[in-house]
């Protein structure tokens, strides 16, 4: 009888704790934030020996609000190169263009030509491509900062060296 009795405050209270549990999870409803959108490829990061007539590109983890894309989040600049290539080179800004893909939303395109410019890109020229935390997915969040001390607000960014002229 004192084992009956045991098995029925043990049935009752596991179906309190479930039942506590079901009523807990009916709370108010939580509307997460979207993902950040991330820089899932960038094809010349690290390159060497670049043909100057490569368009630069940006690959997405998803479309890209084409109107988070300006002059001020999609940065190009180019150096010099030293003794150790593209390291330890004083950059100077350039101005360029860039804009998300006609047939590719998840894809950026950059456009540093300029009239007086056969090709994309200058010889033996070093490039950084920066990437801001305002470029803006069009469901997706911003692109995440990198967590850089000195330069807030970057999220992505490559380092890459056109080949010499033939």
């Known amino acids: 009888m004192r084992a ?40 010349l990061d690290g390159a060497v020996d670049v043909d100057p007539a490569v368009q630069p590109m940006v690959y997405f983890s998803g479309a890209v609000d084409g ?8 940065l190009l600049a180019s150096a010099t ?14 101005g360029s263009g860039a804009a998300v893909d006609a047939m590719d939303p998840a894809l950026v395109l950059i456009n ?27 469901k997706l969040g911003p692109l995440a900062d990198l967590g850089i001390p000195e330069r807030p607000g970057i999220g992505a960014e490559a380092t890459f060296q056109t080949a010499p002229a033939p």
């Open 4 to 43: 009956t009795r045991t098995r029925k405050l043990l049935l009752g209270s596991l179906a309190l704790l479930a039942l506590a549990g079901l009523l807990g999870a009916c709370g108010d409803p939580v509307v997460e934030a979207p993902d950040a959108l991330e820089v899932v490829y960038l094809p």
């Open 112 to 138: 540093p030509a300029t009239a007086s410019q056969d090709a994309f890109l200058l010889p033996q020229t070093c490039y950084r491509l920066t990437l801001t935390t305002a470029v803006k997915g069009s």
């Open 67 to 74: 109107a988070s894309i300006s002059e001020t989040s999609v």
């Open 81 to 94: 190169p030293g003794a150790e290539g593209c390291l330890e080179v004083t950059w100077t800004e350039l």
